[in-house]
């Protein structure tokens, strides 16, 4: 076999230093398992951010499948100081993808260690591998006619839990805030230690995943959206199947309906009358999913007008803002509920539909099925709206009130606007906060539209800071600068944690800001 | 195939100013060995609700048939592509085989991403975008670090996606050109294409 060029090598790193780590790589884990030719790399380089491929090309890609084998590679990259990118399923789309952080990081793909290690159906929780999906725990869950249910985010037939909570990604059903509901880590250090976090600490303890904080620091979350170990196994709570699931649809206007509709909703989430992540879609968020193409209400430069968007709301039965939540409990606790959720919508204006009103558009089936854990990738006709590979999100955090989200959404479409972009946004209610997800789509094959997408997204994130508005994830092409925006105090702490538990600083150095 | 051997045979940094007929296929394959290349199945995959795709997949397949590598076609519906048991069925196939897909972006996303999954390597990939009676395209062969991009007249498509992906097949395009002269365009909207080897 031909020896491929060694063309993409880790800073600092020589070819030869390289060639032998991976040598011994291959010993571990075999030599199909260790990828460093292009075609084999470039599936590991599809990015959909406005930066060039090459900004995140990883020098080569290794699968191991057990945490024994990534302990061995640890300790291999450890003395050579090789950097590693860990990723569980890779499908952070919008985010990152699979690409490393930096250029040349080898990928540590752990979508082979992909086995559901325990379903505890009494006390409703699960042990879960790196690289089993959604799609895999919710056909186990079905195939064991366990009435069980999980939250979930959009892509989540090819995405997993593991990786998204790390992530600190949020879901739809009640369990929607995915860490909240996470239960014991299993984490591989720098040095090749595994630590386990909580209760699993303790020999013979059976209490991993069902108490999440052990005795002392509760580690946890230092493991989040950072990279100071590699997540190898993670408990989460499992919610049981209600007898009663009443998901809805409140349709609203105009785009100033915001407030009320935020004002209206927050105390019936606080108050757990709605108990799941209440979704405020905005039309060109609902209009994708739901097979309305671009071209045919716009067709020129610069976005797209508002005259067009109310066409498109006229059209297709859209509202201006579309709010989606469900009622879970019993037949008699919902019916009680859905009264209050009757008045609300009455006295907001709002006009309401349910399973069975529903003239059964696409986008309202997609969620409707999120709300109750089924995977689906409904959500990925967004990627039609303007075509060519580009998206990129930006999601700053606001207080749950209706005057934020004007504000916010106000601030977030004429900076779109001012570079041709449309807002393509949504608000996730959480129980006191909310996430304002904006999708930034463009034509990553058109180079003036990718660097006007970068160019926009930057305007966006200092904007929003500027204003106190800080972004709960960020693509890996604006870690740094989203990192930045949190200031130096916490800056510094992070970096005297990963001194203190990766000095050598292999482990996706960069990632959230974080390196030495 | 590495990036100085790449601008040696297509005479120096020529690729980007194109004529793309003066890419040599050696240049953007990944499969080096044209033995290898008939040897292993060909797919073609364009969702039977796009009649854009469809179109763009019948001359594709003219091509491949024109230069001996027959393909066989598949148009599974749109919804499918974005079900777990479609995309199941979709990549149902031997290893070692190539997959060419002519979809929407949204599916080309999520196919390429559950792809990679699998540990397909992907070869080649394009952007399609139709407007104003032109199409323009960018396609990337894996092999090759810069994108290719033309322009061509929607009414009058050039072979040249015939002979981008031919190329990236490791085989040229026959003598005399594509047995159909032009098929139908990319109206306004896009496609995505892809190369991949499961």
């Given at each position: 076999m031909n020896k491929p060029e060694r063309t993409l090598l880790p800073a600092g790193v020589s070819a030869s230093d390289f060639e032998k780590a991976l040598a011994e790589i291959r010993a571990i884990v075999g030599d199909t398992h260790v990828l460093a030719d292009a075609p084999g790399l470039a599936p590991y380089n599809k990015i959909m951010m406005p930066v060039p491929d090459a900004q995140h090309a990883p020098s080569a890609a290794v699968t191991p499948d057990s945490v024994e084998q990534v302990q061995a590679i640890m300790r291999v990259l450890n003395r050579t100081r090789i950097p590693v990118y860990p990723i569980s399923t890779g499908k952070?789309?919008?985010?990152?993808?699979?690409?490393?952080?930096?250029?040349?990081?080898?990928?540590?793909?752990?979508?082979?260690?992909?086995?559901?290690?325990?379903?505890?159906?009494?006390?409703?929780?699960?042990?879960?591998?790196?690289?089993?999906?959604?799609?895999?725990?919710?056909?186990?869950?079905?195939?064991?006619?366990?009435?069980?249910?999980?939250?979930?985010?959009?892509?989540?037939?090819?995405?997993?839990?593991?990786?998204?909570?790390?992530?600190?990604?949020?879901?739809?059903?009640?369990?929607?805030?995915?860490?909240?509901?996470?239960?014991?880590?299993?984490?591989?250090?720098?040095?090749?230690?595994?630590?386990?976090?909580?209760?699993?600490?303790?020999?013979?303890?059976?209490?991993?995943?069902?108490f999440k904080w052990g005795y002392g620091p509760t580690l946890d979350g230092i493991f989040t959206q950072s990279n100071y170990g590699i997540v190898t196994k993670m408990g989460m709570w499992l919610m049981p199947a209600p007898p009663g699931f009443r998901p809805f649809l409140i349709q609203y206007p105009d785009d100033a309906d915001i407030t009320k509709i935020v004002e209206a909703l927050r105390p019936l989430r606080i108050a757990m009358v709605i108990p799941n992540a209440v979704v405020i879609a905005h039309t060109l968020w609902e209009a994708p999913c739901t097979k309305v193409r671009r071209a045919d209400y716009h067709d020129g430069p610069g976005a797209i007008p508002d005259e067009a968007v109310q066409r498109i709301r006229k059209d297709h039965n859209l509202g201006a803002w579309n709010v989606y939540a469900a009622l879970y409990g019993t037949p008699e606790t919902n019916d009680a509920?859905?009264?209050?959720?009757?008045?609300?919508?009455?006295?907001?204006?709002?006009?309401?539909?349910?399973?069975?009103?529903?003239?059964?558009?696409?986008?309202?089936?997609?969620?409707?099925?999120?709300?109750?854990?089924?995977?689906?990738?409904?959500?990925?006709?967004?990627?039609?709206?303007?075509?060519?590979?580009?998206?990129?999100?930006?999601?700053?955090?606001?207080?749950?009130?209706?005057?934020?989200?004007?504000?916010?959404?106000?601030?977030?479409?004429?900076?779109?606007?001012?570079?041709?972009?449309?807002?393509?946004?949504?608000?996730?209610?959480?129980?006191?906060?909310?996430?304002?997800?904006?999708?930034?789509?463009?034509?990553?094959?058109?180079?003036?539209?990718?660097?006007?997408?970068?160019?926009?997204?930057?305007?966006?994130?200092?904007?929003?800071?500027?204003?106190g508005y800080g972004v709960y994830r960020a693509n890996t092409a604006f870690a740094e600068k989203v990192a930045a925006t949190y200031g130096p105090v916490k800056r510094d702490v992070e970096r005297r944690l990963k001194q203190a538990l990766d000095p050598n600083n292999i482990i996706a150095p960069g990632r959230c800001g974080i390196s030495l | 195939m590495n990036r100085r051997e790449f601008i040696r045979r297509t005479g120096g940094g020529a690729i980007l100013a194109m004529p793309l007929a003066s890419v040599a296929?050696?240049?953007?394959?990944?499969?080096?060995?044209?033995?290898?290349?008939?040897?292993?199945?060909?797919?073609?995959?364009?969702?039977?609700?796009?009649?854009?795709?469809?179109?763009?997949?019948?001359?594709?397949?003219?091509?491949?048939?024109?230069?001996?590598?027959p393909a066989t076609l598949q148009h599974p519906d749109g919804n499918a592509l974005r079900r777990h048991d479609g995309l199941s069925a979709l990549f149902a196939q031997p290893a070692g085989t190539r997959l060419l897909g002519i979809m929407d972006d949204a599916a080309a996303v999520i196919v390429q991403a559950v792809a990679g999954s699998r540990g397909a390597r992907m070869l080649a990939h394009g952007e399609h975008r139709g407007a104003a009676g032109t199409i323009r395209h960018c396609c990337s062969a894996t092999t090759h670090d810069a994108a290719i991009r033309w322009r061509e007249a929607a009414h009058g498509p050039q072979p040249h996606l015939e002979r981008f992906y031919l190329a990236a097949l490791g085989v040229g395009l026959p003598a005399g050109g594509p047995p159909t002269a032009a098929a139908a365009g990319v109206p306004p909207g896009s496609l995505a294409s892809f190369l991949l080897q499961l």
């Open positions: 952070n789309l919008g985010y990152g993808s699979a690409a490393p952080v930096e250029r040349g990081q080898i990928v540590l793909d752990l979508a082979r260690m992909n086995r559901i290690l325990d379903v505890d159906a009494d006390l409703c929780t699960a042990l879960v591998e790196p690289g089993v999906t959604y799609q895999q725990l919710y056909d186990h869950l079905q195939e064991n006619q366990l009435p069980l249910w999980f939250s979930c985010p959009a892509p989540s037939v090819i995405a997993g839990p593991l990786g998204n909570m790390v992530d600190r990604g949020v879901g739809y059903t009640p369990y929607g805030e995915h860490f909240l509901f996470s239960s014991g880590m299993e984490v591989v250090l720098a040095d090749g230690e595994v630590l386990r976090t909580g209760m699993g600490s303790m020999p013979n303890s059976n209490t991993w995943q069902v509920n859905w009264k209050i959720i009757e008045a609300v919508a009455a006295a907001t204006g709002g006009t309401l539909h349910t399973e069975s009103t529903d003239s059964g558009g696409r986008a309202t089936q997609y969620r409707f099925d999120l709300m109750k854990g089924k995977p689906n990738l409904g959500e990925f006709d967004l990627y039609n709206w303007r075509g060519g590979g580009g998206s990129v999100w930006f999601a700053p955090v606001s207080q749950a009130k209706g005057s934020e989200t004007l504000k916010q959404m106000t601030m977030a479409k004429d900076i779109l606007a001012k570079y041709g972009f449309d807002y393509v946004g949504e608000f996730i209610v959480g129980w006191r906060d909310m996430h304002h997800v904006i999708d930034l789509l463009f034509d990553r094959s058109d180079a003036e539209q990718t660097r006007q997408a970068y160019a926009c997204y930057d305007e966006l994130l200092h904007t929003f800071a500027r204003e | 296929p050696a240049a953007l394959a990944a499969l080096h060995a044209r033995s290898d290349a008939e040897a292993a199945p060909l797919v073609l995959v364009a969702p039977a609700d796009l009649p854009t795709a469809t179109a763009l997949a019948q001359r594709l397949a003219a091509a491949l048939r024109a230069a001996g590598l």
